[in-house]
Structure formats: structure tokens, C-alpha cells
């Protein structure tokens, strides 16, 4: 079973404060990404990283941003939160599996959903 | 960009085998099929993976055509439990591909 954990789990906040939602892995994975999700909805990549010092924006547009110092490490931050951020936002991780082994394996941790009033 | 097309949800009763097509008729020669099971207010977790013919684990089989335009998830005498969303996923490692599409909705009644 994968370890990989997200804090808090529930969030509800004040339009305009920053926020940083946590997300860390024990595994030792080199790739880390962040998803957003509605209620009812398609998961949205928001953000990836392939490993220390690396993040690249993923399909979906969002005001938020990451950063990659540690590899079990990567924490999400929205500078002023608004309205429009409430949603669930899901972290996971990957370990590559080798050419013609397969696509990577992605372990989710069980979400942080943010509220901003 | 490989599109997967699958039903919006479906019904079945305990003990019953529950068989999930998804359609991807742009699937690319380096793309896997992945499969992902999510449960409310849960980040979705990995069912099964394949490239060509059949695939089976302890908890599914998957089973896809030569031509690969589709693929089936086949889950055996479901439970309540497994009342799940159903992903179908294909791609071939690059990020910025990455797409779950809405899911299938799976409802299983006693």
C-alpha cells in the first residue's frame, strides 16, 4: 500500500489569505503531481514534477503553485485565495517502471478540500 | 491525444459480474490502458493495467481487442463495496496527457 499523505484534509478560509496545502510521500517516488476535482467532476492536472527542482503546469490553468526542494515533498500554495479555488485538490506519486513495462502507477493521497468563503 | 468515451453510469446486484467498455479509437502504439477506481471524498486508486489481450489480478480482468479501439474491465461477483466511479485512462507516460475523463458510475444494490 502506498503512503502519501495530504494536510489538512478539510480547509474553509477567507477570500484573499494565502494558503498551503501539504502533500508528502514516503516512497521515494521521483514524480509528483497535483490534480483538481469538483464534485462529480473530471479530475484536472494542475500541476507535475519530475523530480528536485522540477515543476511544469499541467492541462488545466490554475493560480496556484508548487514547488519541488525535497523528493517527498511537494506543497501547493494560492497566494489569495478566492471563491473560485473551492474545489477538492488531489496529490499523488509515481515511480517510473521501465521501458515497455508499462506507464507509471499513480498513488493518491485522500485529498484536501478547500473552501474559500 | 488519445479520447476515452465511456458510460456515464451503470446498475448491477451483489454476486453479479459487472463488464466496463471504454472506447479509444486514437489510441496511440506506446499507449497503456489504466484503469482507476475512485470512492467519494478518496483519491482514486489503481485497479489494473494493459497493453494487448488480456489482463487479470485479484481484483479484475481486462480485456482488450487486437485492434485496441476498446477495452473492457470486467469485476467479478461485485459487492456493495465496489460501488464505485470507474476511470479508464490511456496514455503513454506524458504528463501533460494525463486525462480521467468523467468516469463511469457504478452502483451495485443488495
Known amino acids: 500500500e502506498a503512503d502519501i499523505y495530504q494536510t489538512p484534509r478539510y480547509l474553509v478560509i477567507g477570500t484573499g489569505k494565502k494558503i498551503t496545502l501539504e502533500c508528502s510521500q514516503t516512497?521515494?517516488?521521483?514524480?509528483m503531481y497535483w490534480y483538481q476535482q469538483d464534485p462529480g467532476m473530471e479530475l484536472h492536472l494542475i500541476h507535475y514534477?519530475?523530480?528536485?527542482?522540477?515543476?511544469e503546469k499541467g492541462d488545466l490553468s490554475s493560480e496556484s503553485t508548487v514547488s519541488r526542494i525535497r523528493t517527498e515533498h511537494f506543497p501547493l500554495t494560492l497566494e489569495s485565495a478566492r471563491p473560485s479555488h473551492t474545489s477538492q485538490y488531489l496529490c499523488?506519486?509515481?515511480?517510473?517502471?521501465?521501458?515497455?513495462?508499462?506507464?507509471?502507477?499513480?498513488?493518491f493521497g485522500p485529498g484536501t478540500r478547500l473552501t474559500v468563503l | 491525444l488519445a479520447k476515452t468515451t465511456q458510460p456515464i453510469s451503470m446498475d448491477s446486484y451483489e454476486g453479479q459480474e459487472v463488464n466496463i467498455t471504454c472506447s479509444h479509437n486514437n489510441i496511440a502504439t506506446n499507449d497503456y490502458i489504466t484503469w482507476y477506481q475512485q470512492f467519494p471524498s478518496q483519491g482514486p486508486r489503481f485497479i489494473i493495467q494493459?497493453?494487448?489481450t488480456k489482463v487479470t489480478n485479484e481484483v479484475a480482468s481486462l480485456f482488450i481487442p487486437a485492434d485496441r479501439k476498446s477495452s473492457t474491465l470486467s469485476l467479478p461477483r461485485v459487492s456493495l463495496s465496489d460501488t464505485a466511479v470507474y476511470y479508464c485512462l490511456v496514455y503513454s507516460g506524458g504528463y501533460n496527457k494525463l486525462i480521467f475523463g468523467a468516469g463511469t458510475r457504478l452502483a451495485v444494490h443488495p
Open positions: 499523488a506519486s509515481s515511480e517510473y517502471r521501465g521501458s515497455g513495462l508499462g506507464t507509471d502507477t499513480q498513488y
Open positions: 494493459g497493453y494487448k
Open positions: 516512497m521515494g517516488h521521483d514524480k
Open positions: 514534477s519530475y523530480g528536485v527542482n522540477s515543476t
